[in-house]
């Protein structure tokens, strides 16, 4: 119905740059918030940047300033350029969106990518 494809994902040491890109596909009708969640290994999912379509952007306190969030709403994609990496931002990355599909339009939900690892090395 609604599938997230992340890419972009791998082994960067720290103080390096990575770039993470999510497309959306499937029976869309509508895609509203886009963004980036990370879990970190024994950690819970926490928010990393969300962007609205309307271009509204939040990002979570410990990526201020080093990471960007951008979306293109015609190819219906996020992504994040990640810079100035720390090891404490190793972790699977999962991309998620707020869509109403063409089937349940008025009902728009949460789908979620399958996660793409990031590891920064000390």
């Known amino acids: 119905q609604v599938l997230l494809d992340e890419s972009g994902g791998g082994l960067v040491p720290s103080g390096g740059s990575l770039s993470l890109s999510c497309t959306a596909s499937?029976?869309?009708?509508?895609?509203?918030?886009m963004g980036w969640y990370r879990q970190a290994p024994g950690q819970q999912r926490d928010l990393v940047a969300l962007?609205?379509?309307?271009?509204?952007?939040k990002y979570a306190d410990a990526v201020k300033g080093r990471f960007t969030i951008s979306r293109d709403n015609a190819k219906n994609t996020v992504d994040l350029q990640m810079n100035s990496l720390k090891p404490e931002d190793t972790a699977v990355y999962y991309c998620i969106a707020n869509i109403a599909t063409s089937t349940s339009f008025l009902s728009p939900r949460d789908f979620w990518g399958k996660g793409t690892l990031v590891t920064v090395s000390s």
């Open positions: 962007v609205s379509r309307e271009g509204d952007i």
């Open positions: 499937g029976t869309i009708f509508k895609i509203n918030d």
